[in-house]
């Protein structure tokens, strides 16, 4: 069961200003497997479900980083007129479904897409929604929503200064290419592994992305000559 996995907390939402209820997952997850863009299976659980809060009473949907850091007055400008306006309403459930779990994503993405908000955030809740179909066995929306994640990447990779949170640009390189090979474009894959590859202070600063860099190309390969 999901709720055992799972506990609640109280929050303030910062778009209607009141309290929702969030459902957050507990620390002790066992790992089964990761996969080579960085989705990691749990045993009988799949806490991407749960990373995209929404307040059950404007509807505003985002991860927890946004709901607990300023968000920008211009920003909020902008969701208020939509959210407080529309009555959305979003019941809270506890353990979420398929549907529940897609719909909190698709609203965060929506929202970002109203307020503008950077390609690595947009990236970001794209990849993840791709997790959430392949575990369901959906191909066709998984490749959909990587599709749109490796755009969000590349957007970022131009556009923003790095690294975000945990990520450095060469992660996100990786990230793109590990994308691309699960899409079938190999010849994508190919050019941004060989940027990570042929990059000596790749190799001397980031040794695990270079390794991982190096395995890819090696199961590429590997899989041309079957």
Request: aromatic content about 12%; hydrophobic content about 40%; proline content about 3%.
């Amino acid at each position: 069961m999901a709720v055992e996995k799972t506990f609640i907390v109280e929050k303030t939402c910062p778009v209607c200003e009141k309290e929702f209820r969030v459902v957050k997952t507990r620390s002790r997850l066992v790992v089964l497997k990761r996969d080579d863009d960085a989705c990691v299976h749990y045993e009988n659980f799949n806490p991407y479900y749960y990373t995209v809060w929404v307040c059950e009473h404007c509807g505003f949907a985002a991860d927890e980083t946004t709901f607990t850091t300023k968000i920008p007055d211009r920003h909020l400008t902008i969701l208020r007129a939509v959210l407080l306006t529309k009555n959305i309403k979003v019941p809270f459930v506890e353990e979420r479904t398929l549907g529940d779990a897609t719909t909190a994503f698709r609203l965060a993405l929506k929202f970002q897409e109203l307020i503008h908000g950077k390609a690595s955030k947009r990236a970001k809740y794209a990849h993840q929604l791709a997790w959430i179909f392949r575990e369901a066995g959906d191909q066709t929306q998984e490749n959909e929503f990587l599709a749109k994640a490796a755009k969000f990447y590349e957007e970022a990779l131009m556009r923003e200064s790095f690294p975000i949170g945990e990520l450095t640009d060469n992660a996100v390189v990786y990230l793109v290419a590990a994308i691309y090979n699960r899409l079938g474009n190999r010849k994508k894959a190919t050019s941004y592994l060989s940027k990570l590859i042929s990059d000596q202070g790749v190799r001397e600063r980031e040794p695990r992305i270079y390794d991982k860099a190096r395995d890819l190309w090696g199961d590429m390969r590997a899989a041309r000559k079957r």
